[in-house]
């Protein structure tokens, strides 16, 4: 079957443009998660979805930073305004249930943004 | 969340095991012990979990302390393709993963 999947694979943004980065989790999943990850470091939690609702967007780092679900299957991260500190690789990641211990977390290739 | 500590980095020559540790001393009863890794330009995958039991699937073995303070990887026979950076986390029903900088295992041919 599919796995997570995420578009485009890399952007390229003038400073001060709006970027859009898609993910496509898999079939069925209840639970979305985005990630940064600058390069040389681990990836850093962004926000969660269970569905439709986003329980936790303690981790997007500005208000620039928003993201929705609407439909509890496909996601969209919303960067407005980049900046050269938002260059990183966005992962997006989903899981069945619903922050279950025992649940493990699907990862997309990722987004490559680069802000110039 | 319970933190965890893993050293930078590891080498394992091909073909031979690897046993790559994880101290998590703050662990509760009831986290679950997840192992990730990470290959080049990839985005993290699944290794493994357990919560008291040692426990092995077709990709690694996950050795637990008694006390449950720490853990071990076991790569039975490191491949090249091995080479990645894996992470160690304590899931407590956390709805994200702290990632921290893992281990970064070099597999020399």
């Known amino acids: 079957g599919a796995g997570v999947s995420q578009s485009p694979r890399y952007k390229v943004a003038k400073r001060g443009q709006d970027v859009a980065l898609r993910c496509d989790p898999i079939?069925?999943?209840?639970?979305l998660f985005w990630y940064q990850q600058a390069l040389g470091q681990g990836p850093e939690f962004l926000t969660y979805?269970?569905?439709?609702?986003?329980?936790?967007k303690s981790g997007l780092p500005s208000d620039r930073f928003f993201a929705e679900r609407p439909e509890g299957s496909v996601s969209t991260l919303k960067i407005q305004r980049t900046q050269q500190e938002d260059s990183a690789v966005y992962l997006c990641?989903?899981?069945?249930?619903?922050?279950?211990?025992?649940?493990?977390?699907?990862f997309g290739p990722g987004t490559r943004l680069t802000v110039l | 969340d319970a933190k965890t500590t893993q050293p930078n980095s590891m080498e394992s020559n091909e073909e031979e095991p690897v046993h790559l540790p994880c101290n998590h001393s703050?662990?509760?009863?009831?986290?679950?012990i997840h192992w990730y890794r990470q290959l080049p330009s990839q985005g993290p995958e699944y290794v493994i979990h357990?919560?008291?039991s040692n426990v092995n699937n077709r990709m690694a073995s996950l050795a637990i302390a008694e006390d449950r303070k720490s853990s071990t990887l076991i790569l039975h026979r490191a491949t090249l393709r091995d080479a990645a950076v894996y992470y160690c986390?304590?899931?407590?029903?956390?709805?994200?993963?702290?990632f921290g900088t893992g281990t970064r295992l070099t597999v020399i041919p």
């Open positions: 990641a989903s899981s069945l249930g619903r922050l279950r211990n025992t649940d493990t977390q699907y």
């Open positions: 079939s069925g999943h209840v639970s």
């Open positions: 979805f269970q569905n439709e609702a986003q329980l936790d």
């Open positions: 703050t662990i509760s009863g009831t986290d679950y």
């Open positions: 357990g919560l008291t």
């Open positions: 986390f304590v899931v407590r029903g956390a709805n994200n993963l702290f």
